[in-house]
């Protein structure tokens, strides 16, 4: 069985760089079958997906968001992070880590992280 738990702070201030962690258990994430991805839900809005990494380490970010937007990750800790720099209060959202079959479709994403509520303010 699956989970994920995001973590990581939950005020940020305008201009600094938001950071999250992924933790994983019970499956690896250098499994070949599966897009790690992080998704935000804004304040009354839809889910926005922002991007993943593979299990060969490769990246892919939303084109709105790729130019302030860096996934990494730690096979020894089974770990990816979400770095967003720059951020505006635009960005506050709840942040959702999840498991991808086919990251196109949200009916792919079959485990995803409770998710956690960052809020980008002075």
């Known amino acids: 069985q699956v989970q994920l738990q995001e973590s990581g702070p939950g005020l940020v201030k305008p201009s600094q760089t938001l950071s999250l962690t992924c933790t994983v258990s019970g499956g690896s994430i250098t499994t070949g079958s599966y897009y790690w991805s992080w998704i935000r839900q804004p304040p009354g809005k839809g889910l926005e997906w922002i991007g993943y990494?593979?299990?060969?380490?490769?990246?892919y970010y939303s084109p709105s968001l790729k130019s302030r937007t860096s996934i990494s990750r730690d096979t020894s800790k089974n770990q990816f992070t979400l770095q967003l720099i720059s951020v505006t209060p635009e960005d506050t959202a709840v942040y959702y880590c999840?498991?991808?079959?086919?990251?196109?479709?949200?009916?792919?994403?079959?485990?995803w992280g409770q998710g956690t509520q960052v809020t980008v303010s002075s």
């Open positions: 999840a498991r991808a079959l086919i990251y196109t479709s949200w009916r792919k994403y079959d485990y």
């Open positions: 990494i593979h299990y060969s380490g490769s990246t």
